[in-house]
């Protein structure tokens, strides 16, 4: 009972799961996406247990999956959207998930210490809150929402990132959440793309940015590239 009660607290929480994990996961559900979220399918992709719950909870926040573990259609219309269409079907995701607190403030405006008000009255502090954080600032940026600089400038430190990956996915005898039949090269780019660190100065948080934007841009061409006959011509 206890198990199962800190499972619910933690899907209800906002989403802490490795952005890096969420964008393996979102290239996953844009090839299949399955009829519900259970175990099997979780099995299938390799997703350990304790990274399970994260999954879920960030699903739920973000409304892309009910409460019966089912896709919604908000989901359904991310993972086939492309292109500049993807920002904005993205950032509806984030501001409809984030509602209480783009109502409440304004966001590119917003001091370090209001935004951390917002995720303490979610349940969302300590090590999780940064790791909470840390999502919101990626998925944001992914988005094309703007944020303050206050949000940023002093936030705290996320915890040292180990070599490879840092999802807390690996598992003895089996690879952390990836995609079988995405290429090699780009499953690289993916792994060695650091995390956003709110630490960083100004010029280092823009460059970046940039580099992420372009990244995600060489990933949509090359995707676009393998399924396209006619782009091959």
């Not at 929480?13 to 399955?34: G, I, M, N």
């Not at 988005?143 to 003895?172: E, N, Y």
């Amino acid at each position: 009972m206890q198990g199962k009660q800190k499972r619910l607290t933690e899907e209800r929480l906002p989403p802490y799961v490795s952005f890096r994990t969420w964008q393996r996961l979102l290239t996953d559900l844009s090839k299949h996406t399955p009829s519900r979220f259970d175990s099997s399918y979780f099995d299938v992709i390799k997703v350990t247990k304790s990274n399970r719950s994260m999954i879920r909870g960030a699903l739920l926040f973000l409304d892309l999956m009910d409460s019966e573990g089912a896709p919604t259609p908000r989901l359904q219309n991310l993972v086939k959207s492309e292109g500049e269409t993807r920002g904005s079907v993205l950032a509806e995701v984030v501001r409809h998930a984030y509602e209480p607190l783009f109502n409440d403030l304004d966001v590119s405006h917003a001091t370090q210490a209001q935004i951390r008000e917002y995720f303490d009255s979610q349940g969302a502090s300590g090590d999780i809150g940064r790791k909470c954080l840390s999502f919101f600032f990626a998925v944001a940026a992914d988005a094309h929402i703007p944020v303050s600089p206050h949000l940023t400038k002093s936030a705290p430190h996320p915890r040292a990132r180990r070599s490879g990956p840092d999802d807390g996915s690996r598992a003895r005898g089996s690879k952390p959440l990836e995609v079988q039949a995405e290429p090699a090269w780009e499953r690289l780019l993916l792994e060695k793309f650091p995390n956003f660190d709110p630490e960083w100065t100004e010029d280092l948080k823009k460059k970046w940015f940039d580099a992420f934007a372009g990244l995600k841009k060489a990933l949509e061409a090359s995707s676009y590239y393998r399924r396209s006959p006619a782009a091959r011509r």
